[in-house]
C-alpha cells in the first residue's frame, strides 16, 4: 500500500517561501509521476508541478512557473515543492499525488493519471 505524507505547509506573509515535502512509503510502480496538487475553498482541484521518476523531467502549471520548483531527493523516496514569491491566491491545501507513466509524461492539467495522494498540507498566505 503507497502511502503519501505531506509536511511543511504554514502560514506566510506574500513575498515569502515555503518548502514542502511529501515523502513516499513505496512505490507500486517503476516509472511513475509525482505531482503537486491544490485545491482553494470553492475551487476546483489545480495541479501545480510534476516530476517523472527516474528520469526526473519536470512539468510545471504556467501560474507558478518561475516561482515554484519541484525536485526529489538522491535517495528518490521523497519529493518538494519549493515556493517562492508567494501570493495570497496560492492560498490552499496542497497535496501529493503518485500515478504511473508509460512514456515519461506528467499531467499537471489532469489528476487521473494519480492514483494514489495524500492527506494534503494546508499553505495560508496573507497579503
Known amino acids: 500500500q503507497v502511502q503519501l505524507v505531506e509536511s511543511g505547509g504554514d502560514s506566510v506573509q506574500a513575498g515569502g517561501s515555503l518548502r514542502l515535502s511529501c515523502v513516499a512509503s513505496?512505490?507500486?510502480?517503476?516509472?511513475?509521476?509525482m505531482a503537486w496538487f491544490r485545491q482553494a475553498p470553492g475551487k476546483e482541484r489545480e495541479g501545480v508541478a510534476a516530476i517523472y521518476r527516474p528520469g526526473g523531467f519536470t512539468y510545471s502549471a504556467t501560474s507558478v512557473k518561475g516561482r515554484f520548483d519541484i525536485s526529489q531527493d538522491n535517495a528518490k523516496t521523497s519529493v518538494f515543492l519549493q515556493m517562492n514569491t508567494l501570493k495570497p491566491e496560492d492560498t490552499a491545501t496542497y497535496y501529493c499525488?503518485?500515478?504511473?507513466?508509460?512514456?515519461?509524461?506528467?499531467?499537471?492539467?489532469?489528476?487521473?493519471?494519480?492514483?494514489?495522494w495524500g492527506k494534503g498540507t494546508q499553505v495560508t498566505v496573507s497579503s
Open positions: 513505496a512505490f507500486a510502480y517503476s516509472n511513475f509521476c
Open positions: 499525488a503518485a500515478g504511473p507513466s508509460a512514456d515519461g509524461r506528467c499531467s499537471v492539467t489532469s489528476a487521473r493519471q494519480y492514483d494514489y
